[in-house]
């Protein structure tokens, strides 16, 4: 099945706390992208991969940084975390036709206190 | 830049009734792509349906289509016969071909929460 997949589901921490965030797709995709929601502001790029070893920042970067060492994963990783990251957070990954849509993981919910 | 537009924050709708829910963008680019999502109360993103500029058709998926006025750049969405599992958080989404090193970047708008009731 052709799928997007993003662990943990849930993350709880506290300030300053090193974590990552997995991402891994299996549809052979060469773009990659990190979104995060919030309310009333719909979702924002924070960054994103147009093949491996190539990223780039998205709108709303700050704080966070990626690899893509391999096609199929897209680590999200927050250095030193902070109270204004918590947020809904969604890979998606597509192809590189202008027409293919963009298929999302289920969602990571990270609350940081 | 681009922007997307969805002014209804909220909207109820009758079960086996049709909905339309508002988009609007803007974009100074000629070549572009207009998408819908639907995201359930369980949070994952749903693709629904998908229009591109030079599209001479409105795009049609089952219940929904979109009504593409690419002069008004608007891209509603109608949702005809309506289902309670119709309920959900709708975006409105529009990639941009014309950016570099942009690759596949949807720019969203703020989303409207629909409501479909007995």
């Known amino acids: 099945e052709a799928q997007v997949t993003q662990n943990p589901r849930y993350l709880i921490t506290v300030t300053g706390k090193k974590l990552t965030v997995t991402c891994s797709q299996n549809?052979?995709?060469?773009?990659m992208s990190w979104y995060r929601q919030d309310p009333g502001l719909g979702l924002r790029q924070i960054y994103y991969?147009?093949?491996?070893?190539?990223?780039d920042k998205g709108d709303v970067p700050e704080g966070y940084k990626v690899s893509r060492k391999e096609k199929r994963n897209f680590p999200l990783i927050l250095e030193s975390p902070s109270p204004n990251q918590t947020s809904l957070y969604f890979c998606?990954?597509?192809?590189?036709?202008?027409?293919?849509?963009?298929?999302f993981g289920p969602g990571t919910r990270l609350t940081v206190l | 830049a681009q922007k997307i537009t969805q002014t209804q924050p909220g909207m109820f709708v009758q079960e086996k009734e049709a909905v339309t829910l508002d988009c609007t963008y803007d974009?100074?680019?000629?070549?572009?792509?207009l998408f819908w999502y639907k995201q359930p109360s369980s949070g994952e993103m749903i693709f629904l349906i998908y229009q591109g500029s030079y599209d001479q058709q409105n795009a049609t998926e089952g219940r929904y289509s979109l009504n593409f006025q690419k002069a008004r750049k608007s891209a509603n969405l109608v949702i005809s016969a309506s289902q309670l599992g119709d309920s959900a958080m709708y975006f409105c989404?529009?990639?941009?071909?014309?950016?570099?090193?942009?690759?596949?970047?949807?720019?969203f708008g703020t989303g409207t929460q629909l409501k479909v009731e007995l």
């Open positions: 974009t100074s680019d000629p070549s572009y792509g």
């Open positions: 989404a529009m990639r941009d071909w014309a950016l570099t090193g942009g690759g596949n970047k949807l720019t």
């Open positions: 991969s147009m093949n491996v070893e190539v990223t």
């Open positions: 549809m052979n995709h060469e773009y």
């Open positions: 998606a990954s597509s192809s590189d036709r202008d027409t293919d849509t963009q298929y």
